[in-house]
């Protein structure tokens, strides 16, 4: 499974923006994907994950409120809609297939990893 990411880019803090991640197999859809962010010299870390229907999402507290993680199995896509945007968004940010139905906060529940998209945030 290859998974290409997009949407990322350069905005305001406060402005909004929404990445989209599509896989090459639609057997994706029947899996858990998430999205994680790596910024310079931090570790990797979750963001938003969702189950294969889209009906069970969880979000890291920092994001809680403010990013909203959808899918569309039709498109065996998964989006992320980034809203208020504050400058320690600053990332690339991973989407990821997961290796069971759910969505999970842990690294290593993941088996696909896209290339990344470059989010930045200027105050």
């Known amino acids: 499974v290859q998974l290409q990411a997009s949407g990322g880019g350069l905005v305001q803090a406060g402005k909004s923006l929404r990445l989209s991640c599509t896989a090459s197999?639609?057997?994706?859809?029947?899996?858990?994907m998430g999205w994680f962010r790596q910024a310079p010299g931090k570790e990797r870390e979750f963001v938003a994950a969702?189950?294969?229907?889209?009906?069970?999402?969880n979000y890291a507290d920092s994001v809680k409120g403010r990013f909203t993680i959808s899918r569309d199995n039709a498109k065996s896509t998964v989006y992320l809609q980034m809203n208020s945007l504050k400058p320690e968004d600053t990332a690339v940010y991973y989407c990821?297939?997961?290796?069971?139905?759910?969505?999970?906060?842990?690294?290593?529940?993941?088996?696909?990893w896209g290339q990344g998209t470059q989010v930045t945030v200027s105050s």
């Open positions: 990821a297939v997961a290796r069971s139905s759910g969505g999970t906060s842990a690294l290593e529940g993941y088996r696909y």
């Open positions: 197999k639609r057997t994706a859809s029947n899996n858990g």
């Open positions: 969702s189950d294969w229907r889209g009906v069970y999402t």
